[in-house]
């Protein structure tokens, strides 16, 4: 059980505030076009390996004992630490000072 009381009345400033607004929209948008970047590169993988299988298993050069599947691979988890990258920094910047201001404005 929490001991936290909320205030409806302080919950409803917040809400009508035009800040708050728009951090939510802000930040909505920017978790959704960076998870929707994420989607594509992922399904894009899986669509190779489902309907190009050999490219995949394609080495890099005829000496190399690397196939292509293997730096698309690291491409997909490097992507994935900086898209995460990308949007810690605008929440620490940004989201973090609109944050700070809503704070300060409810005081």
């Keep these: ?29 920017f978790a959704w076009t960076l998870s929707i970047i994420m989607l594509i590169i992922y399904y894009a993988f899986v669509l190779i390996v489902a309907f190009a299988p050999n490219l995949l298993g394609t080495k890099i ?4 004992v690397i196939s292509v599947g293997v730096p698309l691979g690291v491409f997909i988890i490097i992507a994935a630490f900086i898209l995460t990258g990308i949007y810690v ?9 609109l944050t700070q201001q809503i704070k300060e404005e409810m005081k």
Excluded: C, H, W
């Design 61 to 64: 050069s005829p000496q190399s």
């Design 1 to 29: 059980m929490s001991d936290i009381s909320v205030d409806p009345k302080m919950v409803e400033k917040i809400l009508q505030n035009q800040k708050y607004k728009d951090l939510v929209t802000k930040r909505s948008k």
């Design 89 to 97: 920094r605008r929440a620490n910047g940004e989201f973090d000072t």
